[in-house]
């Protein structure tokens, strides 16, 4: 299984920036392709963002299109959400997770592995 930890939340005044870090260990060589998901305090986990293992390829939620970026660096085993124009909605546990059947998936339950989740808070 691979092992993912997630960086980069903190808080940030709306219309603010973050980028999110995820790295990646174990299962180098297998390719595989990412996402991003948010979780708020009492609501399901949603599909953010997410990148085919070229990276050629990237899948957003409306609520984020224009204003959020995912991309990745394999040789650095890392994926980033880089996240401009914040608004307080925004604010919520962010994961990255991994290994899903098919790239782009957004079903969580799709994905195998995950991180433990970086908290982003934007205040007005």
């Known amino acids: 299984q691979r092992q993912l930890v997630e960086s980069g939340g903190g808080l940030v005044l709306a219309g603010g920036s973050l980028r999110l870090s995820c790295i990646t260990s174990?299962?180098?060589?297998?390719?595989?392709?990412m996402g991003w998901f948010r979780q708020a305090p009492d609501q399901e986990r949603e599909f953010v963002a997410a990148?085919?293992?070229?990276?050629?390829?990237?899948w957003y939620a409306d609520s984020v299109k224009g204003r959020f970026t995912v991309d990745r660096d394999n040789a650095e085993n890392t994926v980033w959400l880089q996240m401009n124009n914040l608004k307080t909605e925004d604010t919520a546990v962010y994961y990255c997770?991994?290994?899903?059947?098919?790239?782009?998936?957004?079903?969580?339950?799709?994905?195998?592995?995950w991180g433990q989740g970086t908290q982003v808070t934007v205040s007005s």
């Open positions: 174990g299962r180098a060589f297998t390719p595989w392709a």
């Open positions: 997770a991994a290994d899903p059947p098919v790239a782009g998936a957004s079903n969580p339950k799709e994905y195998h592995s």
């Open positions: 990148i085919s293992w070229s990276g050629g390829e990237t």
